[in-house]
């Protein structure tokens, strides 16, 4: 709703639709019918704007778009109504202005803004552009360079830079609403048409058209087969080239084109996901409506390898503040170095720099070779390698040294909660953070629950995945928790169509067309070859351990590539030694070219193994590469290790690169269709009976059968039935 009240000469309409105030049918009914009763009410000479609780408005209603009858179509009018007005109307911005929101703003004549709120229009990261004229009239207000990067991108600016733009004529720092009052009296009969935006031509740019082009270039390189920026550059470009009406009528045309595309559904499906993944739960009852966090006044971070650094660094920023541990004074140094160096960078980026991160203060980062020293620290992230004896033995300390309320993390891709847990005596404490590199950039944060962590233990993680500015997912404990298990089958898929007759970069390039931002074997080059070689070892699928006589494409009965194993044995560990999958131009090179020695060698590998060569289309390396990964989504939601399919989407899209406008790989299968998953994944398996990865999940079976219900359902039905499973 939208509030309709009348002071002296200035009426006040407030936007009310609580927490955002988002731009409802009800609230843009109500703020048509308050502008209708302003202009008919003599007394009033000016009107002002504002939010209910400190929010100007999120924008237009973002569910409202997939409602039978779509929102949209009324915002455009309004806003065009409030800048037709014949009396003066006045922004008063305060909170948020995003969107549907700015747009209106934008129709009024005057904007005044608190000094701590923010604009933008992030309709692209939803799949969409802003379509309620504000492709039209942001341009015309702050030029076409600053108005595209706004548009493109979606960002969202503080305040003072919108200042600086012109977006707004005023900011303050106190109270916004009296001083918008203030404004709208001292405009009473001013002439209005010059802050009619509509009206104004569109700043000219020296050179527009190679500006556009190379904008333009700019946008496709980076939107990686999503359409919204394109469409969103398209808009703006229809304002540099018409006359407002027509810049409109393009732009509706753009919007209505983006809004029937699966993309702009896909990318309003994880905004959502990614809210929805906050009111955690687990099987045993545990959630995030009963259990409170503990606070964390003081960290620690043991390990300074590439993790622990980025760790520290997360830390630092989220102003929390940590010990350092490393094991002897020259990792301790060598970390300390890297941290520092780490730091330094991030703070050129903030404003305020150094001094706001405080990191050269002992009392907020102190780097020590001391165990003692975290005695009275509330919470220890373990970011040593993946070695379980190692991790025990930590963790065993931890809890001889550390206070009794003390959380003990792990951050482990793959190691079993449970295991690391029984070497203290709080395992209730116990927990893994599985965060992503480089950890200081990644917003995912795999948090594991193992048989005896408590709900407080689950909180507290959540609460500093908050305060790290992460994406927190709370899952259960497996072999390779959520992320890295679905992986597992993908990344199979991907050797077993080289052993078959693919190449490295074909594969890559499969997944890169599909909108992975890398592909597996430029990832594995990057991540380096050799920490699943490590991993394999200790699981005895390889090396000293593998007894004699296993069949060389063989392990407990299912097939096995033993390619990576191959490479490493020659010393190829990716990006590190300058070879891998690829060739570098040198060790530690980023530059990746399709090797010859490889393609031979694979040659000569597929002879040896009697293997027949045979080519393999983009169609067949995505099917199985993709729906074996979303087959062990099915398997890890029927085992209750994630509450929902949105987990699993949020996880891939935050932590490995999945295109969001494809909204997340069990979003992906349901957008395909689950009896198509099931048909190709069956027709896979039966080529390829040893592998247990293309053998359909029972849970996928058992939703195709029911009838592909929507992906919301999906839950239901294994609650209802997992017993038929
Ligand atoms: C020819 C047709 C013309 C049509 C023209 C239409 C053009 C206009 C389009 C739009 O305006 S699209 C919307 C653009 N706005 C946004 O993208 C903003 C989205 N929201 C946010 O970025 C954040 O929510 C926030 C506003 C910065 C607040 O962040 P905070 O972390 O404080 O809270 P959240 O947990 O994110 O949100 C709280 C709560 O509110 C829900 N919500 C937020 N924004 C909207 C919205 N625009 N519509 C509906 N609901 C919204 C959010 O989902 C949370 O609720 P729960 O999911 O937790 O229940």
Redesign the pocket.
């Known amino acids: 709703m939208a509030q309709y009240a009348r002071g002296s000469a200035v009426a006040v309409i407030r936007l009310r639709n609580p927490?955002?105030n988002?731009?409802s049918r009800a609230v843009l009914q109500a703020l048509e019918d308050g502008l209708k009763k302003a202009d008919a009410d003599p007394s009033v000479k000016a009107v002002m704007i504002c939010g209910e609780n400190g929010k100007f408005s999120?924008?237009?209603?973002?569910?409202g778009f997939s409602a039978p009858k779509r929102l949209?179509?009324a915002?455009?009018p309004v806003v065009s109504l409030i800048e037709s007005s014949e009396k003066p109307v006045v922004a008063a911005i305060e909170g948020?202005a995003?969107?549907?929101?700015l747009?209106v703003a934008l129709g009024c004549h005057y904007r005044i803004a608190h000094v701590k709120a923010r604009m933008g229009l992030?309709?692209v990261?939803?799949g969409?552009l802003?379509?309620?004229e504000?492709t039209q009239r942001l341009p015309r207000l702050i030029g076409v360079p600053a108005a595209l990067d706004m548009i493109t991108t979606g960002k969202?600016i503080p305040a003072t830079e919108a200042l600086k733009l012109g977006l707004v004529d005023e900011i303050v720092e106190e109270n916004t609403i009296e001083a918008a009052i203030r404004l709208a009296n001292k405009v009473i009969g001013q002439p209005l048409g010059p802050r009619r935006l509509s009206l104004k031509p569109v700043p000219k740019v020296p050179n527009m058209e190679a500006f556009l082009d190379e904008a333009l270039a700019k946008v496709k390189r980076q939107a990686r087969g999503c359409l919204a920026p394109e469409l969103c550059f398209q808009a703006v470009r229809a304002a540099t080239q018409s006359p407002f009406a027509d810049g409109v009528r393009r732009e509706?045309e753009l919007?209505?084109v983006l809004l029937s595309s699966g993309q702009a559904q896909a990318l309003q499906y994880a905004?959502?996901a990614e809210?929805?993944v906050?009111r955690w739960a687990t099987p045993g009852g545990a959630s995030w409506s009963s259990a409170a966090p503990q606070p964390v006044r003081r960290a620690a971070v043991i390990g300074l390898g590439t993790m622990g650094r980025g760790i520290v660094t997360s830390l630092v920023k989220a102003n929390i503040p940590l010990v350092a541990l490393e094991q002897d004074l020259e990792n301790l140094n060598k970390g300390r170095k890297a941290v520092m160096f780490l730091l330094e960078r991030e703070a050129m980026k903030m404003e305020g720099g150094a001094q706001v991160l405080d990191f050269h203060n002992p009392a907020r980062l102190q780097f020590t070779v001391d165990f003692d020293l975290l005695r009275d620290v509330d919470l220890v992230i373990e970011a040593v390698f993946e070695n379980m004896a190692l991790k025990k033995e930590i963790f065993h300390k931890l809890s001889k040294i550390c206070k009794p309320g003390a959380l003990l993390c792990t951050n482990t891709s793959a190691l079993n909660i449970d295991e690391i847990a029984s070497a203290t005596n709080r395992p209730q404490q116990v927990i893994g953070t599985h965060f992503f590199s480089p950890a200081h950039v990644m917003r995912l944060l795999e948090i594991i629950y193992g048989r005896h962590t408590s709900p407080t233990a689950i909180a507290t993680a959540m609460q500093l995945a908050t305060a790290l500015k992460k994406v927190g997912v709370v899952v259960g404990n497996c072999f390779g928790f959520v992320g890295n298990r679905m992986m597992f089958p993908y990344v199979q898929q991907a050797v077993f169509l080289l052993e078959e007759g693919s190449r490295p970069d074909a594969v890559d390039q499969a997944l890169e067309d599909f909108g992975f931002k890398i592909g597996p074997f430029r990832m594995s080059d990057l991540a380096g070859l050799d920490v699943g070689w490590r991993s394999r070892k200790d699981q005895g699928l390889t090396g000293p351990s593998l007894p004699a006589g296993t069949p060389a494409r063989q392990r407990r009965g299912q097939r096995y590539s033993p390619l990576p194993d191959l490479l490493c044995e020659h010393g190829r560990f990716g990006q590190k030694t300058g070879k891998g999958w690829y060739l570098y131009e040198k060790a530690g090179g980023r530059t990746a070219t399709p090797d010859p020695w490889l393609l031979n060698f694979l040659s000569q590998y597929r002879d040896t193994h009697g293997i027949q060569t045979r080519f393999i289309d983009q169609e067949e390396i995505l099917e199985r590469c993709l729906f074996s990964l979303i087959n062990e989504g099915f398997a890890i939601l029927a085992e209750g290790i994630a509450s929902g399919p949105e987990h699993l989407d949020v996880i891939y899209i935050n932590g490995y690169g999945w295109p969001k406008h494809r909204g997340g790989p069990m979003f992906y299968a349901s957008t395909v269709g689950l009896p198509r998953v099931l048909a190709k994944l069956q027709k896979y398996s039966e080529a390829h009976p040893d592998v247990p990865g293309l053998q359909p999940s029972a849970f996928l079976k058992k939703l195709a059968a029911v009838g592909n219900p929507p992906l919301k359902e999906w839950m239901s039905y294994l609650s209802q039935q997992s017993s038929k499973l």
């Open positions: 927490p955002v988002a731009l999120a924008g237009a209603d973002i569910r949209g179509g915002l455009g948020v995003l969107g549907g929101g747009e992030p309709e990261t939803l969409l802003p379509g309620a504000g969202h509706r919007f209505q905004f959502f809210r929805a906050r």
